[in-house]
């Protein structure tokens, strides 16, 4: 059997590169990215590129991800890896003006441009907190807690949507989106918890099965998503009492801070955790500068609302498209997605121009503040 391929390049007459586009449903297409070698059945190196829509605030964009970057052990240490991602990111300049990486290896995709721009965070909570807790909160008589269906899926996306839809580093939901985990032999997989008030879904909770024969050590929320604090402190109450059952102290749930999740997390009483990776982990690089800036001016304009900076909004963005400001892309990456504030950027040593200060202020003010959320990805949207 044939196979036609979207792109295919000779490299050597021992290498050829391949992009196969095949269908993916529910979601977009995925491109299978493939290094060959003559007289080998299979690709020697090879990797994944996802298509997705990632917020920046509150406008998403098209972007692209690459995930499962592997070489045959027999081929390593070759530069294969290199030859793919060169290509591989190439292709993506084409289609998208911005590429992404979860969990990346450290110190391999900083030589393709690409720069670590998330910190990694959770909550943990005691249930001795909730226990206090639960003496003084008022019951919640129209909320209650059931079992989920999956009729129940396109309520959660429009939620997730509504709760997130201005965070950093939050995919787009598509309608048909589906990641909850398959429970298979030996794997554990996606437990959903509704909460119901009116008769509407108003949070839900994504936990991990127990594995079978597995002595359970922690627990966590994989995702909690609430239309409020008190949906919130109601999800929290019931996955404290499955914490309970098994004789555990605390839970952890993968949540930022700022959310409504986290303020009633801080209303128990929590610890935030945060990572701030040198290198590796999440991981960005902006390929096209001038497109990626004309798709998210909309984002930068609602940052300037309520203030007197409009007027200078036009010659600021001008010289922040032609890299007068800000020259370095990894740098404005940072500002873009949150991860740096400007007085971040001044101490890591970045110049902003003292006649640029208060639009650059303006514009990037840092994640967890009124007009920018804190940058969160979330476990299930990860490649």
């Known amino acids: 059997m044939t196979t036609h391929y979207e792109r295919e390049e000779a490299i050597s007459a021992e290498l050829r590169y391949t992009e196969e586009k095949r269908r993916n449903e529910p979601?977009?297409?995925?491109?299978?990215?493939?290094?060959?070698?003559?007289?080998?059945?299979?690709?020697?190196?090879?990797?994944?590129?996802?298509?997705?829509?990632?917020?920046?605030?509150?406008?998403?964009?098209?972007?692209?991800?690459?995930?499962?970057?592997?070489?045959?052990?027999?081929?390593?240490?070759?530069?294969?890896?290199?030859?793919?991602?060169?290509?591989?990111?190439?292709?993506?300049?084409?289609?998208?003006?911005?590429?992404?990486?979860?969990?990346?290896?450290?110190?391999?995709?900083?030589?393709?441009?690409?720069?670590?721009?998330?910190?990694?965070?959770?909550?943990?909570?005691?249930?001795?907190?909730?226990?206090?807790?639960?003496?003084?909160?008022?019951?919640?008589?129209?909320?209650?807690?059931?079992?989920?269906?999956?009729?129940?899926?396109?309520?959660?996306?429009?939620?997730?949507?509504?709760?997130?839809?201005?965070?950093?580093?939050?995919?787009?939901?598509?309608?048909?989106?589906?990641?909850?985990?398959?429970?298979?032999?030996?794997?554990?997989?996606?437990?959903?918890?509704?909460?119901e008030r009116d008769q509407q879904l108003a949070g839900y909770a994504i936990l991990k099965e127990p594995q079978f024969g597995q002595v359970r050590e922690s627990f966590a929320?994989?995702?909690?998503?609430?239309?409020?604090?008190?949906?919130?402190?109601?999800?929290?109450?019931?996955?404290?009492?499955?914490?309970?059952?098994?004789r555990l102290s605390e839970f952890w749930v993968r949540e930022p801070l700022d959310s409504a999740v986290g303020q009633a997390a801080q209303r128990i009483g929590c610890t935030y955790h945060q990572t701030f990776p040198r290198a590796g982990g999440m991981m960005g690089a902006i390929l096209d500068r001038q497109r990626l800036l004309a798709l998210l001016e909309p984002e930068l304009r609602r940052r300037l609302s309520d203030t007197d900076l409009h007027a200078t909004h036009s010659t600021a963005f001008d010289a922040l498209c032609s890299g007068a400001l800000l020259s370095d892309s990894r740098d404005l990456l940072r500002l873009l997605v949150g991860h740096w504030s400007t007085a971040d950027a001044r101490a890591y040593g970045v110049d902003l121009p003292a006649q640029h200060e208060q639009v650059l202020g303006a514009w990037f003010p840092g994640g967890g503040t009124q007009k920018l959320p804190l940058p969160y990805a979330h476990t299930l949207d990860r490649y």
């Open 221 to 246: 929320a994989d995702e909690l998503t609430a239309a409020d604090v008190d949906a919130a402190q109601a999800l929290l109450a019931e996955i404290g009492a499955r914490c309970s059952s098994l």
């Open 27 to 195: 979601g977009p297409p995925v491109r299978d990215c493939s290094l060959w070698q003559a007289g080998v059945d299979r690709p020697v190196s090879d990797l994944n590129l996802m298509s997705f829509r990632q917020r920046f605030g509150a406008v998403s964009i098209p972007a692209e991800g690459i995930g499962g970057v592997e070489t045959l052990p027999e081929f390593r240490r070759r530069g294969y890896v290199r030859m793919v991602l060169e290509r591989a990111i190439a292709g993506v300049a084409t289609r998208a003006p911005i590429v992404f990486v979860s969990e990346a290896i450290e110190d391999l995709y900083e030589k393709f441009g690409c720069v670590s721009c998330l910190a990694e965070g959770y909550l943990s909570i005691h249930l001795r907190n909730l226990d206090r807790m639960a003496g003084r909160a008022p019951a919640a008589t129209s909320s209650r807690v059931r079992s989920f269906a999956p009729a129940d899926l396109p309520a959660m996306v429009a939620l997730y949507n509504k709760v997130h839809a201005q965070r950093p580093w939050t995919h787009e939901r598509p309608a048909a989106w589906n990641h909850l985990r398959d429970t298979q032999i030996w794997q554990p997989g996606s437990e959903v918890i509704i909460l």
